[in-house]
């Protein structure tokens, strides 16, 4: 069997039969990944404590025609501390379930990759709730679902400061008031400009000055149409 080493967030565990744990990990080199960590949860095996949802770890893995064996495992981070606040841990949850659910297996986002084990880190430390609005909508972005936040996704037209606006989850983004008739829900202008803001670092986006209110509508569109993406619920949404 050929081996070989990545790094990759483990964003899901499950049990498999008596002492082995299935996992899925988002890797830096190999995008999501299915991986069997063998007798990894008997006590005294050494992968026991290595392979906690939501570490960072450096691992070993040889591939089968199934499922992929972890041979070695070195801890890069638990992101422990995520456990010591519910609105983090929520949030940690939310973001793993969005990167399991929305990605295949074996299509690498470097980019994305990076943008997770960054945002794990922040949220560590930090916590602002506009962490996961943007976290979000890098997803969004670089994956192609990017929402359309400049004009109108169904005219085209420039959007202007004093139309109505509405999100239109089918039209992939912001539509002006000639377009209301298709459908959407309302959106203050504020919340389109802090989306726009978005558009940069997790440090630029978690110092946006913006009221709780446009924070609260800013998260509700974006989760709402990850979910009409994906076709099916975030379950983190109830935790």
Request: proline share 3%.
């Amino acid at each position: 069997m050929a081996s070989y080493k990545d790094r990759g967030i483990i964003i899901r565990r499950n049990n498999f039969g008596e002492a082995d744990r299935r996992l899925t990990a988002y890797c830096r080199r190999d995008g999501k990944s299915i991986l069997l960590a063998k007798g990894s949860r008997r006590p005294t095996a050494k992968l026991a404590g290595t392979v906690n949802l939501m570490n960072e770890i450096d691992f070993v893995a040889a591939r089968t025609k199934t499922i992929d064996i972890m041979t070695e495992a070195q801890l890069v981070s638990s992101h422990d501390k995520l456990s010591a606040q519910l609105a983090k841990t929520k949030t940690a949850y939310w973001i793993c379930e969005l990167i399991d659910k929305i990605t295949d297996e074996h299509e690498p986002h470097p980019k994305l990759y990076n943008q997770l084990s960054q945002t794990l880190a922040y949220l560590e430390k930090n916590y602002s709730d506009l962490a996961l609005s943007h976290f979000i909508f890098f997803c969004l972005k670089e994956l192609g679902y990017r929402p359309e936040i400049k004009k109108c996704a169904r005219c085209g037209q420039p959007l202007k400061a004093l139309d109505k606006m509405l999100f239109s989850d089918e039209a992939g983004g912001v539509v002006a008031a000639p377009c209301h008739a298709s459908g959407g829900r309302s959106l203050n202008a504020d919340s389109i400009k802090a989306m726009r803001l978005l558009d940069g670092t997790l440090t630029q986006a978690t110092h946006i000055i913006t009221s709780p209110l446009v924070r609260k509508e800013l998260e509700k569109n974006l989760k709402l149409f990850v979910q009409y993406i994906l076709q099916r619920r975030i379950v983190s949404e109830s935790l």
